[in-house]
T-cell receptor, first 115, second 111 residues
C-alpha cells in the first residue's frame, strides 16, 4: 500500500485567508505532483517536482504555489483563498525508473471549500 | 495536447457480468497508460500500468490492453462484484511526468 498522506482531509475557510495543504510520502519518491479535480471533471496537473528545490507549473493555471525543501514533503499554499479555489486537491508521487515514470501513487485528497 | 476520452460515462451491470471499459486518446506517442479506481470522496488507487512497449497487463480479475496505433485502451473486468462499484479513470503519460486523465466511467454493480 502506498504511503502518501494529505492533511487536512477537509477544509472550510473564508475568503482572503492563507492556507497550506500538506502532502508527505514515505516511499522516497523523487517525483511529486499536485492535481486539482472539480466534481464530475477530470484531474488536471497544477504543479510538479522532480526533486528537492525543483518545482514546475502544470498544464492548468493555478494561483497556488509549492515548495520542495525535503524529498518527502510537497506543500501547496494559497496566499489568499477565493471561492473559485473550491475544489479537491490530490497529491501524488512516483519513482523515476530510467526513461519513463513509474506508477503514480495518490494521497486521499483535500476537499477545500472557500466561502 | 493529449485528449483522453472514456466511454461510457456511466455503466450499471448485475453482479457476475464481465464488462469492458473503453479509453481513447489522440496522441499515440505515449510513455505509459494507467488505469485507476476512485471511490467517492477518496483518492485514486492504481490498478494497472502498461508501458509503451507493452500490449497488456493483468492483475487478478482485471486485464488492460493497449493499442497505440488505434489510440485505444480497454479495461476488462471479469465476474464483476458489488465491491467493484467505483469510478474508473484512464490516464496517459506523454512526457514522463504529468498524467492526462479522462473524465472516468462510473460503474455500479448491483447484487
Amino acid at each position: 500500500e502506498a504511503d502518501i498522506y494529505q492533511t487536512p482531509r477537509y477544509l472550510v475557510i473564508g475568503t482572503g485567508k492563507k492556507i497550506t495543504l500538506e502532502c508527505s510520502q514515505t516511499m522516497g519518491h523523487d517525483k511529486m505532483y499536485w492535481y486539482q479535480q472539480d466534481p464530475g471533471m477530470e484531474l488536471h496537473l497544477i504543479h510538479y517536482s522532480y526533486g528537492v528545490n525543483s518545482t514546475e507549473k502544470g498544464d492548468l493555471s493555478s494561483e497556488s504555489t509549492v515548495s520542495r525543501i525535503r524529498t518527502e514533503h510537497f506543500p501547496l499554499t494559497l496566499e489568499s483563498a477565493r471561492p473559485s479555489h473550491t475544489s479537491q486537491y490530490l497529491c501524488a508521487s512516483s519513482a523515476w525508473t530510467g526513461a519513463s515514470t513509474d506508477t503514480q501513487y495518490f494521497g486521499p485528497g483535500t476537499r477545500l471549500t472557500v466561502l | 495536447k493529449q485528449e483522453v476520452t472514456q466511454i461510457p460515462a456511466a455503466l450499471s451491470v448485475p453482479e457476475g457480468e464481465n464488462l469492458v471499459l473503453n479509453c481513447s486518446f489522440t496522441d499515440s506517442a505515449i510513455y505509459n497508460l494507467q488505469w485507476f479506481r476512485q471511490d467517492p470522496g477518496k483518492g485514486l488507487t492504481s490498478l494497472l500500468l502498461i508501458q509503451s512497449s507493452q500490449r497488456e497487463q493483468t492483475s487478478g480479475r482485471l486485464n488492460a490492453s493497449l493499442d497505440k496505433s488505434s489510440g485505444r485502451s480497454t479495461l476488462y473486468i471479469a465476474a464483476s462484484q458489488p465491491g467493484d462499484s467505483a469510478t474508473y479513470l484512464c490516464a496517459i503519460s506523454n512526457s514522463g511526468y504529468a498524467l492526462n486523465f479522462g473524465k472516468g466511467t462510473s460503474l455500479l454493480v448491483t447484487p
